[in-house]
Protein backbone atom coordinates (compact mmCIF):
# COMPACT_ATOMS: atom_id res chain seq x y z
CA UNK A 1 0.00 0.00 0.00
CA UNK A 2 1.18 3.64 -0.56
CA UNK A 3 1.51 5.35 2.71
CA UNK A 4 -2.09 6.17 4.39
CA UNK A 5 -2.39 10.03 4.92
CA UNK A 6 -4.10 11.24 8.34
CA UNK A 7 -5.53 14.91 8.43
CA UNK A 8 -5.75 15.87 12.53
CA UNK A 9 -7.97 18.81 13.16
CA UNK A 10 -7.88 20.01 17.12
CA UNK A 11 -4.50 20.39 18.38
CA UNK A 12 -5.18 20.24 22.47
CA UNK A 13 -4.33 17.71 25.02
CA UNK A 14 -5.35 14.90 22.86
CA UNK A 15 -4.59 16.11 19.82
CA UNK A 16 -1.02 16.79 20.92
CA UNK A 17 -0.37 13.30 22.86
CA UNK A 18 -1.43 11.70 19.12
CA UNK A 19 0.91 13.59 17.28
CA UNK A 20 3.50 12.11 20.25
CA UNK A 21 2.60 8.64 20.33
CA UNK A 22 2.58 9.10 16.71
CA UNK A 23 6.34 10.07 16.30
CA UNK A 24 7.62 8.04 19.31
CA UNK A 25 6.15 4.51 18.38
CA UNK A 26 5.69 4.91 14.20
CA UNK A 27 7.76 1.99 13.79
CA UNK A 28 5.86 -0.62 15.76
CA UNK A 29 2.35 1.48 14.86
CA UNK A 30 3.49 0.91 11.01
CA UNK A 31 4.34 -2.65 11.56
CA UNK A 32 1.40 -3.48 12.76
CA UNK A 33 -0.77 -1.54 10.34
CA UNK A 34 1.05 -3.42 7.42
CA UNK A 35 2.01 -0.01 6.08
CA UNK A 36 3.50 3.42 6.13
CA UNK A 37 1.10 6.09 8.45
CA UNK A 38 1.86 10.03 8.49
CA UNK A 39 0.21 12.86 9.44
CA UNK A 40 0.04 14.68 6.17
CA UNK A 41 -1.86 17.87 7.61
CA UNK A 42 -3.07 19.48 10.47
CA UNK A 43 -6.21 21.41 11.20
CA UNK A 44 -5.91 23.84 14.23
CA UNK A 45 -6.49 27.42 15.23
CA UNK A 46 -3.68 27.57 17.10
CA UNK A 47 0.12 26.07 18.15
CA UNK A 48 0.48 23.67 20.96
CA UNK A 49 3.99 23.22 22.21
CA UNK A 50 3.47 20.43 23.54
CA UNK A 51 4.07 18.91 20.28
CA UNK A 52 6.58 19.35 17.72
CA UNK A 53 4.91 19.58 13.94
CA UNK A 54 7.95 19.93 11.86
CA UNK A 55 7.22 20.35 8.37
CA UNK A 56 4.01 19.17 8.70
CA UNK A 57 1.53 21.68 6.83
CA UNK A 58 -0.62 23.41 9.11
CA UNK A 59 -4.32 25.48 8.38
CA UNK A 60 -6.74 27.07 10.46
CA UNK A 61 -9.17 26.49 8.44
CA UNK A 62 -9.73 22.63 9.71
CA UNK A 63 -12.53 22.10 6.82
CA UNK A 64 -9.47 22.43 4.35
CA UNK A 65 -8.19 19.23 5.77
CA UNK A 66 -11.98 17.72 5.15
CA UNK A 67 -11.93 18.45 1.89
CA UNK A 68 -7.90 17.97 1.09
CA UNK A 69 -8.04 15.41 -1.82
CA UNK A 70 -4.43 14.13 -0.48
CA UNK A 71 -6.35 12.73 3.09
CA UNK A 72 -7.55 9.68 3.76
CA UNK A 73 -8.23 9.41 6.99
CA UNK A 74 -9.54 12.60 9.38
CA UNK A 75 -9.38 12.27 12.91
CA UNK A 76 -11.42 14.75 14.56
CA UNK A 77 -10.06 16.29 18.22
CA UNK A 78 -12.08 19.32 18.23
CA UNK A 79 -14.55 18.09 20.43
CA UNK A 80 -18.14 19.66 20.89
CA UNK A 81 -21.10 19.26 18.98
CA UNK A 82 -21.50 22.19 15.96
CA UNK A 83 -18.25 22.60 14.38
CA UNK A 84 -17.37 18.77 14.79
CA UNK A 85 -21.05 17.68 13.40
CA UNK A 86 -19.75 19.39 10.41
CA UNK A 87 -16.39 19.12 9.87
CA UNK A 88 -17.31 14.89 10.62
CA UNK A 89 -19.98 15.21 7.44
CA UNK A 90 -17.94 17.16 5.58
CA UNK A 91 -15.15 14.75 5.65
CA UNK A 92 -18.04 11.93 5.24
CA UNK A 93 -19.10 14.01 1.91
CA UNK A 94 -15.44 14.03 0.94
CA UNK A 95 -15.26 9.98 1.19
CA UNK A 96 -12.88 9.95 4.08
CA UNK A 97 -13.18 7.45 7.04
CA UNK A 98 -12.99 9.51 10.23
CA UNK A 99 -11.79 8.58 13.94
CA UNK A 100 -13.05 10.56 16.76
CA UNK A 101 -12.65 11.12 20.46
CA UNK A 102 -15.90 13.19 20.46
CA UNK A 103 -18.97 11.02 22.95
CA UNK A 104 -21.41 13.52 22.99
CA UNK A 105 -21.25 14.56 18.99
CA UNK A 106 -21.55 9.88 18.70
CA UNK A 107 -24.36 9.74 21.53
CA UNK A 108 -26.71 12.53 19.98
CA UNK A 109 -25.89 12.43 16.31
CA UNK A 110 -24.35 9.35 15.67
CA UNK A 111 -27.17 7.29 14.24
CA UNK A 112 -27.14 10.61 11.19
CA UNK A 113 -23.06 10.58 11.00
CA UNK A 114 -23.23 6.19 10.69
CA UNK A 115 -26.06 6.67 8.26
CA UNK A 116 -24.01 8.84 6.21
CA UNK A 117 -20.63 7.09 6.16
CA UNK A 118 -23.03 3.90 5.23
CA UNK A 119 -23.89 5.85 2.36
CA UNK A 120 -20.40 7.03 0.84
CA UNK A 121 -19.14 3.56 2.04
CA UNK A 122 -16.63 4.73 4.76
CA UNK A 123 -15.89 4.27 8.66
CA UNK A 124 -16.51 6.54 11.85
CA UNK A 125 -14.61 4.91 14.32
CA UNK A 126 -14.89 6.12 17.92
CA UNK A 127 -13.11 3.90 20.33
CA UNK A 128 -11.59 6.89 22.24
CA UNK A 129 -14.70 8.35 22.98
CA UNK A 130 -15.24 5.88 25.97
CA UNK A 131 -13.35 5.40 28.73
CA UNK A 132 -10.05 6.71 27.48
CA UNK A 133 -7.65 4.40 26.88
CA UNK A 134 -9.35 0.89 27.79
CA UNK A 135 -10.56 -0.96 24.23
CA UNK A 136 -14.00 -1.44 26.14
CA UNK A 137 -15.62 -0.35 21.86
CA UNK A 138 -13.73 -3.63 20.54
CA UNK A 139 -14.36 -5.81 23.57
CA UNK A 140 -18.06 -5.54 23.47
CA UNK A 141 -18.13 -5.18 19.44
CA UNK A 142 -15.57 -7.51 18.57
CA UNK A 143 -14.33 -9.58 21.55
CA UNK A 144 -17.92 -10.71 22.99
CA UNK A 145 -19.83 -10.87 19.74
CA UNK A 146 -20.79 -14.67 20.33
CA UNK A 147 -22.61 -13.14 23.46
CA UNK A 148 -25.81 -11.89 24.35
CA UNK A 149 -24.86 -8.94 26.41
CA UNK A 150 -27.27 -9.16 30.08
CA UNK A 151 -26.03 -5.96 31.53
CA UNK A 152 -22.92 -3.58 31.92
CA UNK A 153 -21.95 -1.25 34.29
CA UNK A 154 -18.99 1.04 34.39
CA UNK A 155 -17.47 4.20 36.36
CA UNK A 156 -17.00 6.16 33.81
CA UNK A 157 -16.41 9.65 34.59
CA UNK A 158 -12.96 9.81 36.60
CA UNK A 159 -13.84 13.27 37.97
CA UNK A 160 -16.68 11.89 40.04
CA UNK A 161 -15.29 8.73 41.00
CA UNK A 162 -11.89 10.76 42.11
CA UNK A 163 -14.37 13.38 44.23
CA UNK A 164 -16.24 10.33 45.64
CA UNK A 165 -12.74 8.61 46.61
CA UNK A 166 -11.38 11.49 48.63
CA UNK A 167 -15.06 12.48 50.14
CA UNK A 168 -14.73 8.22 51.72
CA UNK A 169 -11.17 8.32 52.18
CA UNK A 170 -10.64 11.95 53.60
CA UNK A 171 -13.49 13.02 55.05
CA UNK A 172 -14.08 15.57 52.80
CA UNK A 173 -17.05 17.55 51.57
CA UNK A 174 -18.13 17.48 48.16
CA UNK A 175 -17.47 21.11 47.41
CA UNK A 176 -13.92 21.70 49.10
CA UNK A 177 -13.05 17.87 46.94
CA UNK A 178 -14.53 19.88 43.70
CA UNK A 179 -12.72 22.83 43.97
CA UNK A 180 -9.80 20.41 44.12
CA UNK A 181 -10.25 18.79 40.83
CA UNK A 182 -10.79 21.75 39.30
CA UNK A 183 -7.91 23.02 39.84
CA UNK A 184 -6.05 19.44 38.70
CA UNK A 185 -7.87 19.93 35.74
CA UNK A 186 -10.05 16.76 36.58
CA UNK A 187 -13.15 19.13 36.37
CA UNK A 188 -13.97 22.28 33.96
CA UNK A 189 -14.41 25.73 35.44
CA UNK A 190 -18.02 24.72 34.60
CA UNK A 191 -18.31 20.78 36.36
CA UNK A 192 -22.01 20.35 35.10
CA UNK A 193 -21.24 17.74 32.55
CA UNK A 194 -19.24 15.55 34.63
CA UNK A 195 -20.43 16.11 38.23
CA UNK A 196 -24.08 15.82 37.17
CA UNK A 197 -23.79 12.97 35.23
CA UNK A 198 -24.15 14.37 31.50
CA UNK A 199 -20.80 12.93 30.40
CA UNK A 200 -21.28 9.35 31.64
CA UNK A 201 -24.81 9.85 29.91
CA UNK A 202 -23.00 10.05 26.33
CA UNK A 203 -20.84 7.12 27.30
CA UNK A 204 -23.73 4.72 28.51
CA UNK A 205 -25.58 5.31 25.27
CA UNK A 206 -22.95 4.30 23.14
CA UNK A 207 -22.07 1.41 25.12
CA UNK A 208 -25.23 0.39 25.30
CA UNK A 209 -26.08 0.83 21.75
CA UNK A 210 -22.60 -1.58 21.14
CA UNK A 211 -24.14 -4.10 23.74
CA UNK A 212 -27.91 -4.12 22.89
CA UNK A 213 -27.95 -3.41 18.93
CA UNK A 214 -30.17 -0.72 19.47
CA UNK A 215 -29.94 2.62 18.07
CA UNK A 216 -28.20 5.52 20.08
CA UNK A 217 -30.79 7.31 22.57
CA UNK A 218 -29.24 9.92 24.35
CA UNK A 219 -32.54 11.69 25.05
CA UNK A 220 -33.83 8.59 27.13
CA UNK A 221 -31.00 7.80 29.42
CA UNK A 222 -32.06 8.52 33.22
CA UNK A 223 -29.24 10.71 34.49
CA UNK A 224 -28.63 11.88 38.33
CA UNK A 225 -25.69 13.30 39.38
CA UNK A 226 -23.32 13.17 42.73
CA UNK A 227 -23.91 16.74 43.93
CA UNK A 228 -26.63 15.60 46.50
CA UNK A 229 -24.43 13.37 48.35
CA UNK A 230 -23.15 14.25 51.56
CA UNK A 231 -19.52 12.87 53.42
CA UNK A 232 -22.00 11.36 56.01
CA UNK A 233 -23.78 8.87 53.02
CA UNK A 234 -20.73 7.46 51.78
CA UNK A 235 -19.53 6.60 55.64
CA UNK A 236 -23.04 5.34 56.07
CA UNK A 237 -22.68 2.88 53.03
CA UNK A 238 -19.13 1.99 54.17
CA UNK A 239 -20.89 1.13 57.39
CA UNK A 240 -23.30 -1.19 55.47
CA UNK A 241 -20.55 -2.98 53.77
CA UNK A 242 -21.18 -0.74 50.44
CA UNK A 243 -19.26 1.76 48.15
CA UNK A 244 -20.74 4.53 46.49
CA UNK A 245 -19.92 4.76 43.10
CA UNK A 246 -21.20 6.92 40.19
CA UNK A 247 -22.30 4.07 37.73
CA UNK A 248 -23.84 4.14 34.39
CA UNK A 249 -25.90 1.37 34.05
CA UNK A 250 -27.91 -0.79 30.84
CA UNK A 251 -29.34 -4.06 31.47
CA UNK A 252 -31.71 -5.64 29.65
CA UNK A 253 -35.03 -6.16 31.46
CA UNK A 254 -38.48 -7.45 30.70
CA UNK A 255 -38.84 -7.33 26.85
CA UNK A 256 -37.05 -3.76 27.28
CA UNK A 257 -33.41 -1.94 28.01
CA UNK A 258 -32.59 -0.14 31.19
CA UNK A 259 -30.38 2.65 30.61
CA UNK A 260 -29.43 4.89 33.79
CA UNK A 261 -26.73 7.03 35.12
CA UNK A 262 -26.44 8.11 39.08
CA UNK A 263 -24.97 7.32 42.93
CA UNK A 264 -24.90 3.66 43.24
CA UNK A 265 -24.22 1.76 46.22
CA UNK A 266 -22.02 -1.64 45.88
CA UNK A 267 -21.45 -4.40 48.21
CA UNK A 268 -17.15 -3.58 48.67
CA UNK A 269 -15.91 -7.12 48.04
CA UNK A 270 -16.74 -6.56 44.34
CA UNK A 271 -14.03 -5.32 41.67
CA UNK A 272 -15.33 -2.38 40.43
CA UNK A 273 -16.60 -0.98 43.72
CA UNK A 274 -12.46 -0.84 44.56
CA UNK A 275 -11.76 1.27 41.42
CA UNK A 276 -10.72 4.98 43.15
CA UNK A 277 -9.37 7.94 42.13
CA UNK A 278 -9.69 9.20 38.52
CA UNK A 279 -9.32 5.67 37.01
CA UNK A 280 -12.53 4.01 35.06
CA UNK A 281 -13.59 0.14 34.85
CA UNK A 282 -16.34 -1.21 33.45
CA UNK A 283 -17.68 -4.57 33.77
CA UNK A 284 -20.13 -6.84 30.91
CA UNK A 285 -21.88 -9.79 31.52
CA UNK A 286 -22.35 -12.19 28.71
CA UNK A 287 -23.88 -14.96 29.05
CA UNK A 288 -21.40 -17.29 27.47
CA UNK A 289 -18.20 -15.69 29.03
CA UNK A 290 -20.00 -14.28 32.18
CA UNK A 291 -18.36 -11.29 33.87
CA UNK A 292 -15.72 -9.68 32.40
CA UNK A 293 -13.78 -6.09 33.86
CA UNK A 294 -11.90 -3.54 31.72
CA UNK A 295 -9.85 -1.12 33.66
CA UNK A 296 -7.49 1.43 33.04
CA UNK A 297 -7.13 5.16 32.53
CA UNK A 298 -10.28 7.50 31.81
CA UNK A 299 -8.86 10.41 30.24
CA UNK A 300 -5.41 12.04 29.38
CA UNK A 301 -2.96 13.15 26.53
CA UNK A 302 -1.59 9.57 25.95
CA UNK A 303 -4.25 7.10 27.10
CA UNK A 304 -6.67 8.64 24.83
CA UNK A 305 -4.36 8.92 22.17
CA UNK A 306 -3.49 5.05 22.37
CA UNK A 307 -7.13 4.54 21.51
CA UNK A 308 -7.44 7.51 18.46
CA UNK A 309 -4.39 5.20 17.18
CA UNK A 310 -5.54 2.12 17.49
CA UNK A 311 -8.75 3.56 14.84
CA UNK A 312 -6.15 5.01 12.83
CA UNK A 313 -4.35 1.07 12.78
CA UNK A 314 -7.75 -0.35 12.52
CA UNK A 315 -8.62 1.67 9.35
CA UNK A 316 -5.61 1.31 7.82
CA UNK A 317 -5.83 -2.20 7.95
CA UNK A 318 -9.22 -2.46 5.97
CA UNK A 319 -8.58 0.71 3.72
CA UNK A 320 -9.06 -2.03 0.83
CA UNK A 321 -11.96 -4.09 2.39
CA UNK A 322 -14.98 -3.92 0.62
CA UNK A 323 -17.34 -1.35 2.81
CA UNK A 324 -19.95 -4.48 3.50
CA UNK A 325 -16.82 -6.75 5.14
CA UNK A 326 -16.13 -3.82 7.75
CA UNK A 327 -16.83 -4.38 10.99
CA UNK A 328 -20.31 -2.47 11.32
CA UNK A 329 -20.58 1.07 13.34
CA UNK A 330 -22.52 -0.95 16.36
CA UNK A 331 -21.44 -4.07 15.95
CA UNK A 332 -24.73 -4.88 14.32
CA UNK A 333 -25.14 -4.74 10.39
CA UNK A 334 -27.60 -1.58 10.13
CA UNK A 335 -30.74 -3.50 9.33
CA UNK A 336 -30.18 -5.78 12.09
CA UNK A 337 -30.69 -3.04 15.08
CA UNK A 338 -33.03 -4.11 17.46
CA UNK A 339 -36.23 -1.56 18.37
CA UNK A 340 -36.31 -2.57 22.44
CA UNK A 341 -37.77 -0.20 24.36
CA UNK A 342 -36.07 1.81 27.00
CA UNK A 343 -37.54 1.82 30.12
CA UNK A 344 -38.64 4.96 32.20
CA UNK A 345 -37.14 5.07 34.96
CA UNK A 346 -40.09 3.87 37.40
CA UNK A 347 -40.22 0.76 36.02
CA UNK A 348 -36.41 -0.62 37.30
CA UNK A 349 -36.39 -2.62 39.95
CA UNK A 350 -33.50 -1.89 42.40
CA UNK A 351 -32.60 -2.10 46.19
CA UNK A 352 -32.53 1.64 47.81
CA UNK A 353 -30.46 3.75 50.26
CA UNK A 354 -32.27 6.08 52.42
CA UNK A 355 -30.91 8.91 54.26
CA UNK A 356 -34.08 10.29 56.18
CA UNK A 357 -33.50 13.48 58.37
CA UNK A 358 -36.10 12.74 61.26
CA UNK A 359 -37.57 14.49 64.16
CA UNK A 360 -35.07 12.93 67.73
CA UNK A 361 -38.45 11.56 69.29
CA UNK A 362 -40.18 8.25 70.03
CA UNK A 363 -42.22 6.88 66.94
CA UNK A 364 -41.22 8.04 64.09
CA UNK A 365 -39.40 4.99 62.63
CA UNK A 366 -42.40 2.78 63.13
CA UNK A 367 -44.42 5.63 60.82
CA UNK A 368 -42.12 5.31 58.62
CA UNK A 369 -41.51 1.66 58.34
CA UNK A 370 -45.42 1.54 58.12
CA UNK A 371 -45.40 3.52 55.13
CA UNK A 372 -43.02 0.82 53.56
CA UNK A 373 -44.87 -1.94 54.69
CA UNK A 374 -48.02 -0.75 53.00
CA UNK A 375 -46.06 -0.19 49.74
CA UNK A 376 -44.94 -3.51 49.79
CA UNK A 377 -41.05 -2.49 50.33
CA UNK A 378 -38.98 -4.73 52.92
CA UNK A 379 -36.15 -3.78 54.87
CA UNK A 380 -33.21 -4.59 54.57
CA UNK A 381 -31.44 -2.71 57.74
CA UNK A 382 -31.64 0.21 59.57
CA UNK A 383 -29.12 2.87 61.68
CA UNK A 384 -30.68 4.91 63.60
CA UNK A 385 -28.42 6.88 66.15
CA UNK A 386 -29.56 8.76 69.19
CA UNK A 387 -29.04 12.79 68.73
CA UNK A 388 -26.69 14.89 71.00
CA UNK A 389 -28.29 16.84 73.52
CA UNK A 390 -30.34 19.80 72.49
CA UNK A 391 -29.86 18.29 68.98
CA UNK A 392 -33.75 17.97 67.29
CA UNK A 393 -32.84 16.38 64.16
CA UNK A 394 -31.15 12.97 63.98
CA UNK A 395 -30.32 11.00 60.56
CA UNK A 396 -32.03 7.70 59.75
CA UNK A 397 -30.22 5.10 57.06
CA UNK A 398 -32.42 2.73 55.58
CA UNK A 399 -31.81 0.18 53.45
CA UNK A 400 -34.74 -1.61 51.33
CA UNK A 401 -35.43 -5.24 49.64
CA UNK A 402 -35.77 -4.24 45.70
CA UNK A 403 -38.54 -2.67 44.73
CA UNK A 404 -40.00 -0.46 42.05
CA UNK A 405 -38.56 2.64 41.38
CA UNK A 406 -42.31 4.41 41.48
CA UNK A 407 -43.34 2.45 44.49
CA UNK A 408 -41.07 3.48 46.18
CA UNK A 409 -40.84 7.41 45.23
CA UNK A 410 -44.48 7.23 46.43
CA UNK A 411 -43.55 6.07 49.72
CA UNK A 412 -40.83 8.87 49.86
CA UNK A 413 -43.43 11.39 49.10
CA UNK A 414 -45.02 9.94 52.25
CA UNK A 415 -42.53 10.08 54.65
CA UNK A 416 -41.36 13.71 53.31
CA UNK A 417 -44.68 14.69 54.11
CA UNK A 418 -44.62 13.75 57.78
CA UNK A 419 -44.48 16.45 60.08
CA UNK A 420 -41.71 14.46 61.86
CA UNK A 421 -39.36 14.70 58.98
CA UNK A 422 -37.07 17.85 57.32
CA UNK A 423 -36.00 18.66 53.96
CA UNK A 424 -35.65 15.91 51.31
CA UNK A 425 -34.64 12.65 51.21
CA UNK A 426 -31.70 10.90 49.90
CA UNK A 427 -32.47 8.39 47.63
CA UNK A 428 -29.07 6.03 46.49
CA UNK A 429 -30.13 3.11 44.51
CA UNK A 430 -28.15 -0.42 45.44
CA UNK A 431 -27.02 -2.86 43.22
CA UNK A 432 -24.74 -6.05 43.65
CA UNK A 433 -23.73 -6.53 40.00
CA UNK A 434 -23.65 -10.70 40.86
Known amino acids: MNAV ?15 NVLQRNLQVINARAGCSIEIAQVGARRDNPAC ?19 IDILVELIGGTTVARDLMLCAIENGKHVVTANKALIAEHGNEIFAAAKDKGVTVAFEASVAGGIPIIKAIREGLSANRIQWLAGIINGTGNF ?44 LASLAFGIPLQFDKVFTEGISQLETQDVAYAQQLGYQIKHLGIARRNNGGIELRVHPTLIPRKRLIA ?12 GDAVGPTLYYGPGAGAEPTASAVIADIVDLARTLTADPEHRVPHLGFQPESLNDFEVLPIGQVETAY ?8 VPGVLSKITL ?22 YV ?27 KGDVVCIRVESLG
Open 5 to 19: KIGLCGLGTVGSGTV
Open 52 to 70: DLGDIPVTRDIFDVAKNPE
Open 163 to 206: ILTEMRDKGRAFEDVLTEAQQKGYAEADPTFDVEGIDAAHKLVI
Open 274 to 285: NVDGVMNAVLVK
Open 353 to 360: YLRITARD
Open 371 to 392: ILSEANIGIEAVIQHEGEEGEE
Open 395 to 421: PLIIMTDRAIEQKLDEAVDKIQSLSTT
